[in-house]
C-alpha cells in the first residue's frame, strides 16, 4: 500500500516537473515595431503554455553580447547586436511539458525563407535578420538566458486553473 502510494507519488512529481519546464521567448524589436507582440504571445497561451514572466525593456549591447555570446565569432553578430539593441524588446518566460522544443518548433526554422508556413517566422517574416523573435534551444540555455533577462522576483509560481484540461 505505501509502496503503491509512493509510487503513484513520485510519477506525479516527475510528471509535474517535467510540465515545469521554461524558455525563455522574446518578441524582437522588428516584431514588437510590426505589432506582433499580441499575436506571438497568443499562439503560446493558446497551445496551453503558461506565462511566467513577462516585460517590455530595450536591452543594452553589452546586455545582447552576453545573450548572444556563444555567436560573438560571427560576421553577422555585430549588426545582431545592433538591430536587437535598436528598440523594445518583450522579454518573457513561458512553461510547460516540452516547452523549449515545442516553442523552437513554433518559431520555425533561424531563416524564415526556411521556416514552415504555420510557424511564427514561417507566417510573419522574411530575412534572416528580421525574424522576429527569439526562443531557447536547449533546457541549458533556457536557465542561463531566464537568469540574464530576469530577477528571481520577476518570475510568478502559480497554477493555472486550466491545467488538468491541457494535462491529462
Ligand atoms: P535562432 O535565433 O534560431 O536560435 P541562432 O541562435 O543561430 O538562431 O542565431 C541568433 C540570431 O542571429 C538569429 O535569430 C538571427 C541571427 N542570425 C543567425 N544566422 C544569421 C546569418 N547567417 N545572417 C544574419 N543573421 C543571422
Ligand atoms: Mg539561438
Not at 36 to 50: A, D
Not at 114 to 121: A, H
Amino acid at each position: 500500500m505505501v509502496a503503491t502510494l509512493l509510487a503513484i507519488f513520485s510519477s506525479f512529481s516527475s510528471e509535474m516537473a517535467a510540465n515545469n519546464e521554461r524558455s525563455f521567448i522574446m518578441v524582437k524589436p522588428d516584431g514588437v515595431q510590426r505589432g506582433l507582440v499580441g499575436e506571438i504571445m497568443k499562439r503560446f497561451e493558446q497551445r496551453g503554455y503558461k506565462l511566467v514572466a513577462c516585460k517590455q525593456m530595450q536591452a543594452s549591447k553589452e546586455h545582447l553580447e552576453k545573450h548572444y555570446a556563444d555567436l560573438s565569432s560571427k560576421g553577422f553578430f555585430k549588426g545582431l547586436v545592433t538591430y536587437m539593441a535598436s528598440g523594445p524588446v518583450v522579454a518573457m518566460v513561458w512553461e510547460g511539458k516540452d516547452v523549449v522544443k515545442t516553442g523552437r518548433k513554433m518559431l520555425g526554422a533561424t531563416n524564415p525563407l526556411e521556416s514552415n508556413p504555420g510557424t511564427i517566422r514561417g507566417d510573419y517574416c522574411i530575412d534572416v535578420g528580421r525574424n522576429i523573435c527569439h526562443g531557447s534551444d536547449s533546457v541549458e540555455s533556457a536557465k542561463r538566458e531566464i537568469d540574464l533577462w530576469f530577477k528571481p522576483d520577476e518570475i510568478m509560481n502559480y497554477s493555472a486553473c486550466e491545467a488538468p484540461w491541457v494535462y491529462e
